[in-house]
T-cell receptor
Framework: GENVGLHLPTLSVQEGDNSIINCAYS??????FIWYKQESGKGPQFIID?????DKRQGQRVTVLLNKTVKHLSLQIAATQPGDSAVYFCAENNEGSARQLTFGSGTQLTVLP | KAGVTQTPRYLIKTRGQQVTLSCSPISGHRSVSWYQQTPGQGLQFLFEYFSETQRNKGNFPGRFSGRQFSNSRSEMNVSTLELGDSALYLC???????????FGQGTRLTVV
């Protein structure tokens, strides 16, 4: 069949507002999760990670929340800036199966001036 | 501290040719994994190496292969290139399998 592009969810926020990006993961055995930011023409950039024995982790301006019951991750970005505009991916890893990250389809974040 | 380095950054090849891509991990990192990124399929896992051994392989044909050297540098090879192999090939390194994985800038391969 025709190879169409992935339909990326999009999120537009005003500069200075908080952003929340959501991700549903697929494997209930996954126990390590990473959020990446990817700007056009660049490789994914590590933002923050969380292990399954935690439900919240905070970094600089970012917070990741993990809900294992419904297999859901979210990334919260405080005081969103124009430089935050990018595609954001969540990735899951089952630690028992070596390093194999399974990525979500990504969310395009656009920060409006 | 230097990041993950991938070479070359851009490559144009003809159908039927083969190509070798290189990845130098962050110093001290022993795990190197490879991913293919396309608009149609997103980011897909190719394979992972740790201490020169392939530990895991994704659902790609045998035309895709790789290896890792004693200094942890890794190469991936694609033989008999097809148009559909055009993609951004990304390499990620991590100290162990359950620690942060850092990506390089990728190699943009175009098959014509």
């Amino acid at each position: 069949g025709e190879n169409v592009g992935l339909h990326l969810p999009t999120l537009s926020v005003q500069e200075g507002d908080n952003s929340i990006i959501n991700c549903a993961y697929s494997n209930s055995a996954s126990d390590y999760f990473i959020w990446y930011k990817q700007e056009s023409g660049k490789g994914p950039q590590f933002i923050i990670d969380i292990r399954s024995n935690m439900d919240k982790r905070q970094g600089q301006r970012v917070t990741v929340l993990l809900n294992k019951t419904v297999k859901h991750l979210s990334l919260q970005i405080a005081a969103t800036q124009p430089g935050d505009s990018a595609v954001y991916f969540c990735a899951e890893n089952n630690e028992g199966s070596a390093r194999q990250l399974t990525f979500g389809s990504g969310t395009q974040l656009t920060v409006l001036p | 501290k230097a990041g993950v380095t991938q070479t070359p950054r851009y490559l144009i090849k003809t159908r039927g040719q083969q190509v070798t891509l290189s990845c130098s991990p962050i110093s001290g990192h022993r795990s190197v994994s490879w991913y293919q990124q396309t608009p149609g399929q997103g980011l897909q896992f190719l394979f992972e190496y740790f201490s020169e051994t392939q530990r895991n392989k994704g659902n790609f044909p045998g035309r895709f292969s790789g290896r890792q050297f004693s200094n942890s540098r890794s190469e991936m090879n694609v033989s008999t290139l097809e148009l559909g192999d055009s993609a951004l090939y990304l390499c990620a390194s991590s100290r162990h399998e359950n620690t942060e994985a850092f990506f390089g800038q990728g190699t943009r391969l175009t098959v014509v």
